[in-house]
């Protein structure tokens, strides 16, 4: 039986990087993956795949749209959605490789089956083929991540009935989508087909998309989905029923008014959340407690009730994101290692990956006003940007919120072009509690996008915008 000082079970963005750091620290480290390749729900059929296509679609939505405005000129425009898909494929392939890769150059042992506890040191690996493994561990940390949600009633095929996972993989452009859930996943995914030519028709229970970010950006975001791409919304309504009716798809719902509405289409994709993925852990055996979602339960250092025992990303409590995962993988590494290190969960960004990009830090205006808190806000429009003009990006703006008395940023959210990248710019501000002054008298390069920042924070210091 081999030994480890600290054993991963899931190799995800949070699997892999609380590893490769417990590595860089000195100690002797093994990871168990129940696929047979690494990265987990993120690498392979989530955040990379996903962002694939999003790029292929935004080509070729572009070319159709936009190129002739430039002076291009293209004869027989078409899509090989075959090619688009082995692309992601290929994209995919490389780098779950740089993982391996990774894992090899700090000595990492990789394990392929089902981690299960046999006891609170002693974990058992149950591969595809051959004989269970067994190892011995000081530490355990789980990473094993999330799965998608599946509605009790909801025919879930993998062909016509689909969630994310199947929506990486069509063999074909849908030509009606009827999309289950208007949040980050939901759109991402509308996007890209709504792109390629699906009629694409987003059904969602609030009064409105991406209810998780500020209602701005939600806002903002429907009315640019509506003009660019035709997407259709249907709020405030229930989703009761899914059936099939020969190649067809049919939802049933009941709207705000709770008439019966039916939808019918030729794919119908659900996507109203993930939950914890803890099946086979063998938690029983331990004594690790869960919650009523099924997420295990941790204390502010990441250990479950059991002493030795950490859980990480989407199977704790927490926003489902990749770069949680990994900044909580690399706290438990430092924190067994006895180093002090900290995780700010209101600095951790959000990011919706359609075109314009949406992305957020801090708090949200909303949240601002349940607290009752007093506060200002600043915006600025990216037509109003040179540089969007020169790329015909004006759709979008910043919005800064910052303490009424104190001037201090407590939220940045941006809809526009490169609003993932640029909203780096709002995490480093709020770390170092800089005010919104602060970031205005800072020089930022012309033309560019992240003038919307600094203009944004100029008009919530005694509305001083220069371009507006």
Request: proline residues 3%; aromatic residues 8%.
């Amino acid at each position: 039986m081999k030994k480890y000082d600290i054993t991963v079970i899931g190799s995800g963005p949070g699997g892999y990087v609380a590893a490769i750091r417990a590595a860089q620290l000195g100690f002797k480290v093994a990871i168990i993956e129940k696929y047979n390749t690494l990265g987990g729900t993120c690498l392979n059929v989530g955040c990379i795949p996903s962002k694939a296509l999003l790029d292929s679609s935004e080509h070729y939505h572009n070319a159709e749209a936009h190129f002739k405005t430039h002076g291009i000129e293209i004869k027989d425009l078409g899509v090989d959605f075959t090619q688009m898909i082995e692309r992601k494929r290929g994209v995919v392939k490389q780098t779950c490789d740089g993982i391996e890769f990774l894992m090899k150059k700090n000595k990492i042992d990789v394990y392929h089956g089902v981690g299960s506890f046999e006891s609170k040191n002693k974990i058992l690996v149950t591969p595809q083929e051959g004989d269970t493994i067994s190892l011995e561990t000081d530490k355990t940390i789980i990473a094993t991540g999330s799965k998608p949600t599946v509605f009790d009633f909801f025919p879930y095929d993998k062909k016509r009935f689909i969630t994310s996972t199947e929506a990486l993989e069509l063999s074909e452009i849908p030509k009606k989508l009827i999309i289950i859930g208007g949040g980050i996943i939901g759109l991402e995914l509308g996007s890209v087909y709504a792109r390629l030519g699906s009629e694409v028709h987003v059904i969602e229970y609030l009064d409105r998309i991406i209810p998780t970010m500020d209602g701005t950006m939600s806002k903002e975001m429907e009315r640019v989905l509506k003009k660019q791409l035709k997407m259709k919304f249907h709020f405030q309504h229930k989703v009761e029923a899914a059936e099939a009716d020969g190649d067809e798809v049919v939802v049933r719902a009941k709207d705000k008014k709770g008439n019966d509405v039916e939808f019918r289409g030729d794919y119908c994709l659900l996507s109203v959340g993930r939950y914890a993925y803890t099946d086979g852990l063998g938690l029983d055996k331990v004594g690790i407690e869960t919650d009523k979602r099924g997420r295990v339960e941790v204390d502010d250092n990441l250990e479950t009730n059991v002493k030795g025992i950490y859980a990480i990303g989407d199977v704790v409590k927490g926003a489902m994101l990749a770069h949680k995962a990994e900044d909580e993988g690399t706290f438990v590494a430092e924190k067994i290692a006895g180093q002090k290190p900290h995780i700010p969960y209101l600095l951790i960004p959000n990011v919706l990956y359609t075109w314009p990009e949406v992305a957020g830090v801090g708090y949200t205006e909303e949240q601002l006003k349940e607290q009752g808190r007093e506060y200002k806000v600043g915006s600025f429009p990216y037509r109003a940007l040179g540089r969007a003009r020169a790329s015909m990006d004006i759709d979008g703006l910043v919005k800064v919120l910052a303490d009424k008395q104190t001037d201090e940023i407590l939220g940045m959210h941006i809809i526009g072009a490169r609003a993932a990248d640029m909203i780096a710019t709002g995490v480093t501000a709020m770390e170092f509690r800089a005010s919104a002054e602060d970031v205005a008298r800072m020089s930022h390069a012309h033309p560019t996008y992240m003038e919307a920042v600094k203009e944004a924070c100029l008009a919530a210091t005694d509305n001083r915008a220069v371009h507006m």
